[in-house]
């Protein structure tokens, strides 16, 4: 039989352990490997589309072309060798090449709390109700429940990129792994039945993008974007997105040129929080508006254990029901969760380690030994966002792999553990899995705003579910971009935008320390202020790049737009920040008057000696008065190379011969060195490199492998990249084996 190779997914590992560089052997020498397989590239072009296919027709005969783009991106996506990716890129009027990717949906009433309560049906100056009527808004997803009570009177229409066919319809359990994930994301929007959205009279336009078990591919999103734009919809809503924080990715290419075109874009930033780097395409894309996750007013659980301080906070598995325990329970550690481990469980708590077992099937096998809920650590740093098959009779979370390790440290095998669950009430914080920024490469601030994303009830097939994710935060900005350019038709995406994030309430850490831009953006969404703001100031955000510390004292210059969007005269000041450190020099125009109705572009330079400064990353913000309310830019620069993540979005697969295995990496600067390490997973005693490459470009590293020559079994594997003197790892688990019985029903979407 032949080999299956199964792979947990994780999360980049931000920082190398100590010394563990050291513990390589010599390395191999340079592979290219083996490059005759097929694949699936997107390519983009600069002249006509057309005559260069046609180029590569003749110089290409065995290429198969698939799909064409010819207004956000210009391009087609194409079907080669491998080895002929050099060839193509080679070809006149090619201008860039890029893989074909998978996206996944990115899953963790809310409506009063942003202000969508007080605003919605009121009086614009105009006379209307702002209900977000007449406004177009797609829903690029998983498609919708268009029969839903609440859903079925904005349903005005769309497509299914997936089946090619006008029924956008959410894949059904005949069809596949069925999924919710659209009819949320719709409801947040415009529900208008039992529970109301952010704009319920808004016209929502279905695009099935993700199919069954909500999955997609680039092809099928630029598809679907560029569908919704010949449709003349106002605003599109990505609540997806895939673990590449790169701002040139195709997806985010394309809501680029959809936001020149006039659409108002909006897009989740990802669930791969807390660390730095984690914001993904498309929420990486410059001209929407991404955003991240914060919590609504709500009764959060902690666990404690013992006489301990510690409090761990718990993220709920998507489709799991709500934690509710009030007293204390027995908790036991149970490994990886296998059938074999389940022993003495009955009344307890159990705590799992995540890998190689997906999340349903350990938390079924807990619940068929009479475990009453399951608590699954991270296996990489930080927490994570996870979801479930089916749900469950007893609460499944997830908590870090630091909370993870802490409490297994703590549980006494010789003495009965009891962990108990305390309630606090919290509101504006941002979520743990929330990605943060920056972007890489151009080091640009994202997200641009967060809105709540936790325990958001909202509409799915047959019913209704509260969900938690950055995925329900994006459609609370897609409404209120909906009610603020009902108000004002003629604001451009650039504008509204700039409503919407010069409003946001900056927020607070529990500790009262201010959030930074680059977990924030300029704060947490506030409808009613983003409808009436009367200065609009953008970008909302400026980045003012790098520095190295040998540079001479440097400065750098932005330009900003202040546009005064009142019935009278206004005079504007541009602050530098109240407390500006040594080595820095503002320079601002002293004042800027502007009529009703008029606009300027605004010169700031910021001047900065580098030697004087730490290496890493330093923010601040700048503040625009003169308006009804003072406008604050928060601002971001860095000191030496950034300490971003090396490598990123690891995945292994079979290739498409018996014998091969490919394997993906995407490099946000390109490396000295990259390679894949094997370890035995019990000693760490090290096995064989599988591959390793020197002096690779920035982008997606595509690698097929011959058959690995290893026996069967569980192996710890360590990815590693270095650039620049700095290295990282992802470590993960793989199983290489012949018995397929064994891992029968693993299902990639809840690693």
Request: no cysteine.
């Amino acid at each position: 039989m032949r080999k299956l190779l199964l792979l947990t997914i994780i999360f980049t590992v931000s920082f190398i352990q100590q010394g563990l560089a050291a513990t390589f052997p010599e390395r191999p020498p340079f592979d290219k490997g083996n490059t005759a397989e097929d694949t699936v590239v997107m390519v983009e072009v600069d002249g006509d589309p057309n005559e260069i296919l046609a180029k590569i027709e003749q110089e290409l005969p065995n290429s198969q072309f698939r799909k064409m783009f010819q207004s956000l991106f210009t391009g087609f996506s194409l079907q080669l060798k491998k080895q002929d990716i050099a060839h193509l890129e080679g070809i006149a009027g090619i201008k860039r090449v890029d893989p074909l990717r998978t996206y996944e949906v990115t899953l963790d009433e809310s409506v009063p709390f942003i202000g969508g309560g007080n605003i919605r049906g009121k009086l614009d100056k105009k006379g209307q109700r702002l209900t977000g009527k007449g406004i177009k808004i797609a829903v690029i997803d998983t498609g919708i429940d268009y029969d839903h009570p609440d859903l079925k009177k904005n349903f005005k229409g769309g497509y299914d990129v997936i089946d090619q066919d006008g029924d956008p319809m959410e894949t059904t359990r005949e069809q596949g792994l069925s999924t919710i994930h659209g009819t949320h994301v719709a409801g947040i929007i415009a529900a208008n039945g039992k529970i109301k959205g952010v704009a319920p009279e808004a016209e929502i336009y279905a695009y099935r993008a993700l199919g069954p078990g909500g999955k997609g591919t680039t092809e099928q999103v630029i598809e679907a974007i560029e569908k919704a734009v010949e449709d003349g919809v106002d605003i599109i809503n990505l609540s997806l997105g895939n673990t590449v924080n790169g701002p040139d990715w195709p997806t985010s290419i394309a809501l680029d040129k959809a936001v020149e075109k006039g659409v108002i874009a909006v897009t989740s930033n990802g669930n791969s929080g807390p660390n730095m780097w984690t914001v993904g395409s498309p929420g990486t894309s410059l001209k929407a508006i991404s955003v991240g996750a914060s919590t609504p007013p709500l009764k959060v659980p902690y666990l404690t254990f013992k006489s301990e301080d510690r409090e761990i906070s718990l993220n709920m598995m998507v489709g799991s029901k709500p934690w509710t325990h009030k007293r204390d329970y027995p908790i036991k550690e149970i490994g990886l969760g296998r059938v074999e481990d389940m022993k003495e469980v009955k009344g307890k708590v159990v705590l799992v380690k995540r890998g190689v077992i997906p999340f349903y099937e350990k938390a079924k096998t807990a619940q068929d030994a009479g475990a009453i809920g399951v608590i699954i650590y991270n296996n990489t740093p930080g927490a994570f966002m996870g979801s479930l098959e089916m749900q469950l009779d007893i609460p499944v979370v997830s908590i870090s792999k630091e909370d993870g390790e802490w409490l297994k440290d703590q549980l006494d095998v010789n003495e009965k553990n009891y962990i108990r669950t305390i309630y606090r009430k919290e509101e504006d914080q941002i979520a743990p899995f929330s990605s943060r920024g920056p972007v890489t490469h151009t080091w640009g601030v994202k997200p641009d705003v967060v809105a709540p994303g936790v325990s958001i009830d909202s509409t799915i097939p047959k019913g209704y579910l509260g969900l938690n994710g950055t995925s329900m935060s994006a459609p609370h900005v897609a409404g209120t971009a909906a009610l603020v350019k009902q108000a004002h038709p003629d604001w451009s995406p650039e504008e509204v935008k700039a409503a919407i994030m010069n409003t946001a309430k900056p927020i607070e850490n529990l500790e009262g320390i201010p959030y930074s831009p680059h977990e924030q953006g300029t704060g947490r969404i506030q409808v009613g202020k983003a409808v009436h703001a009367e200065t609009l100031v953008y970008p909302g955000t400026v980045g003012f790049g790098k520095w190295t510390r040998e540079q001479a004292r440097h400065t750098k210059d932005v330009e900003i737009t202040i546009k005064n969007t009142s019935q009278k005269t206004r005079t504007y000041h541009v602050k530098p920040p109240f407390v500006v450190p040594d080595g820095v020099q503002w320079k601002v125009p002293f004042s800027i008057t502007l009529k009703p109705g008029e606009e300027t572009q605004v010169p700031i330079t910021i001047d900065i000696l580098p030697a004087v400064f730490q290496s890493g990353i330093h923010y601040g913000e700048f503040v625009v008065e003169g308006g009804k309310d003072p406008v604050r830019v928060p601002y971001m620069f860095f000191i030496e190379e950034p300490n971003y993540p090396r490598l990123m979005a690891f995945s292994f697969e079979f290739g498409d011969e018996q014998g091969k295995y490919r394997y993906e990496i995407y490099l946000p600067g390109g490396a000295d060195e990259v390679g894949i390490a094997l370890y035995d997973p019990d000693t760490f005693k090290f096995i064989k490199y599988l591959d390793v490459k020197e002096n690779v470009e920035r982008g997606l590293l595509e690698v097929e492998l011959d058959e690995l020559q290893i026996e069967e079994g569980i192996y710890k594997t360590l990815v590693y990249a270095n650039k620049e003197g700095k290295e990282d790892l992802i470590e993960t688990m793989i199983y290489i084996g012949e018995d397929i019985e064994k891992i029968s029903g693993h299902n990639m979407l809840t690693r």
